[in-house]
């Protein structure tokens, strides 16, 4: 599930009607709004946000040699932030 661009489920609601409803991914490096450093795979991760935690990722990748990684951003003042960090950090990966 981490590694999908959008998931949609197919259901009935609470009178029986049909509903589908589909979720997109809010990883900028899944969904190709971010640029993912050369050498490296993004295998999938997780977005988060609260008042204490601020904007968080936690990701998966691998390198061109197979090499696994996890890598982790918390407390980023905004998205961009966030973004700007996590790539500053996986492209050490690959350097």
């Given amino acids: 599930m981490?590694?999908?661009s959008s998931y949609t489920a197919n259901y009935l609601d609470g009178t029986g009607a049909s509903v589908s409803q589909t979720w997109m991914v809010s990883n900028k490096y899944i969904n190709g709004e971010e640029e993912t450093p050369a050498g490296l795979?993004?295998?999938g991760g997780k977005?988060?946000?609260t008042?204490?935690?601020?904007?968080?990722l936690v990701m998966a990748s691998t390198a061109e040699n197979g090499d696994e990684y996890i890598s982790v951003v918390m407390k980023a003042g905004s998205r961009p932030a966030l973004?700007?960090?996590?790539t500053?950090?996986?492209?050490?990966?690959?350097?």
Avoid: P
């Fill in 51 to 56: 008042q204490a935690a601020g904007n968080c």
């Fill in 88 to 95: 500053n950090i996986i492209r050490k990966i690959v350097e």
């Fill in 47 to 49: 977005t988060g946000t």
């Fill in 2 to 4: 981490i590694s999908t």
């Fill in 83 to 86: 973004y700007e960090n996590m």
């Fill in 41 to 43: 795979t993004v295998l």
